[in-house]
């Protein structure tokens, strides 16, 4: 069994900055991808940013510049590190990641996704 477990949303002013992250736990074998999105009241999920295995990243053109996706493998954690947030910011944030396990039988690989967490830029 996996899980992903998000922590630090919460409330900022407009300019502000904040780190959210997304830690897995499980019988893991290997993380491949791994990234966030986000959705805001009556809209659609969508990505803002992923993050290989390898360190190579993608970002939504609306956060490009302003938000920076690391992770550490060795704690099967990965961050989203938020700069000059605006309130068009404003959603739930879920972490994603492709993961592989060991089912007793072979290697799979699944996709996993957090609980969400709240961020709120005030304007």
């Known amino acids: 069994q996996v899980q992903l477990v998000e922590s630090g949303g919460g409330l900022v002013q407009a300019g502000g900055s904040l780190r959210v992250s997304c830690a897995a736990s499980?019988?893991?074998?290997?993380?491949?991808?791994m990234g966030w999105h986000r959705q805001a009241p009556g809209k659609q999920r969508e990505l803002v940013a992923t993050?290989?295995?390898?360190?190579?990243?993608n970002y939504a053109d609306s956060v490009k510049g302003r938000f920076t996706i690391s992770r550490d493998n060795a704690k099967n954690t990965v961050y989203l590190q938020m700069n000059s947030l605006k309130p068009e910011d404003t959603a739930v944030y879920y972490c994603?990641?492709?993961?592989?396990?060991?089912?007793?039988?072979?290697?799979?690989?699944?996709?996993?996704w957090g609980q969400g967490t709240q961020v709120t830029v005030s304007s």
């Open positions: 994603n990641a492709d993961v592989q396990y060991w089912n007793g039988f072979f290697l799979r690989t699944d996709a996993y």
């Open positions: 499980g019988t893991i074998y290997h993380i491949n991808d």
């Open positions: 993050i290989s295995s390898g360190g190579s990243t």
